[in-house]
C-alpha cells in the first residue's frame, strides 16, 4: 500500500507561503514530495515574482496585511474545496513571518510549519548584523524614496515600497509588522536549518519564543551532518531536496493535530 493509499482522504492540505523573491513555482520538488505522501499541497503566489503578473513599481505597491490577506483567502479557498481535510500553513523564510502574521491577525488555519522563519533582527546576525542594519536603515528608505520601489540588486528586489519599508523596520527594531496581542496557539512546527546565515538560529528562536504559545510549538534544528547523501538543508536549496523536512513534518503532524 502506498503512502497516498493510507492517508486518503484524511490528509492535511499544505498551502505553501514562499520566501522573499522566490516565485511559487521553485517550490515544485515539495508539493510533489507531499503528494507523494498523499499529502495535497500547493505552493502561493508571492506577489511580485510570479509570471506574468505586476512587478514592485512606483505605481504597483503592497504591503505585509496585502500578502497575508492573499493566505487568508487561499486557507477559506482550501477548506470550502475540502471541508473535512485540515489545513496546514508551512512558511518558509519570509513566509514564516507572514503565515505568523496571519495567524495573529485572521482566523487561524489547524497547524503552522515554518522553515528557516525569523524575527530578522540585525543583531541575530555575524558580525552584529552591520550589513543588514545598514540596508534597513538606509538602502531601503533611500532607494524607495528615489525609485518608489527597492530595484534589483538589492536584497529582496524588486521589493514593494511599503512592503520593504516595514521589513526594514524589523529589522531594526525587532518588531513585526502586524499587532502581536496574544501568542499564536495553532499548533506549530519551527524549523531551522544547518548553519543557515539567512535565517540563523537565534533569529529562528526569536521567532518562536517572540510569536507562539511555548506549549503550542515543537522546535526541530535540521543540522548539516543530518542531511542524506546528495541532499542539501542550505536555506534555499532544501525546497529542492525537501524529503528530510516532509518526513519531520509528516510525523509531527498526527500527535500536533490530537494535542
Known amino acids: ?5 493510507k492517508t486518503g482522504a484524511s490528509a492535511p492540505i499544505v498551502l505553501i507561503s514562499p520566501a522573499m523573491a522566490v516565485g511559487s513555482g521553485y517550490y515544485r520538488p515539495l508539493v510533489a514530495e507531499f503528494e507523494r505522501r498523499g499529502w495535497p499541497a ?13 512587478r514592485a513599481s512606483r505605481h504597483e505597491d503592497w504591503a505585509y496585511r496585502d500578502e497575508i490577506d492573499d493566505i487568508a483567502h487561499a486557507v477559506a479557498a482550501a477548506r470550502a474545496e475540502s471541508p473535512a481535510r485540515p489545513v496546514l500553513l508551512l512558511g518558509h523564510s519570509l513566509g514564516g513571518q ?15 510549519i515554518t522553515v528557516g522563519g525569523a524575527i ?16 534597513a536603515a538606509l538602502v531601503v528608505p533611500v532607494a524607495t524614496a528615489v525609485f518608489g520601489y527597492l530595484p534589483k540588486p538589492a536584497f529582496g528586489g524588486p521589493g514593494a515600497r511599503t512592503f520593504m519599508r516595514e521589513w526594514a523596520r524589523m ?13 499564536i496557539t495553532t499548533p506549530s512546527l519551527v524549523i531551522s536549518l544547518g548553519e543557515d546565515r539567512l535565517s540563523p538560529v537565534g533569529a529562528v528562536d526569536d521567532l518562536a519564543e517572540r510569536l507562539f504559545a511555548p506549549d503550542s510549538v515543537t522546535r526541530w534544528h535540521y543540522p548539516r551532518d543530518q542531511a542524506p547523501p546528495g541532499a542539501t538543508n542550505d536555506h534555499i536549496g532544501w525546497v529542492r531536496t525537501p524529503a528530510a523536512v516532509v518526513d519531520r513534518i509528516v510525523r509531527w503532524w498526527p500527535g500536533a493535530a490530537r494535542g
Do not use: I, K, S
Open 171 to 183: 529589522v531594526l527594531t525587532g518588531r513585526p509588522p502586524y499587532p502581536v496581542e496574544q501568542p
Open 120 to 135: 530578522p533582527r540585525y543583531r541575530h546576525f555575524a558580525c552584529r548584523g552591520l550589513h543588514l542594519a545598514v540596508m
Open 42 to 54: 500547493r505552493a502561493l503566489r508571492r506577489r511580485g515574482f510570479e509570471r506574468g503578473e505586476p
Open 98 to 112: 507572514l503565515v505568523a502574521g496571519h495567524e495573529l491577525t485572521r482566523p487561524p488555519a489547524d497547524g503552522v
Open 1 to 5: 500500500m502506498t503512502d497516498a493509499e
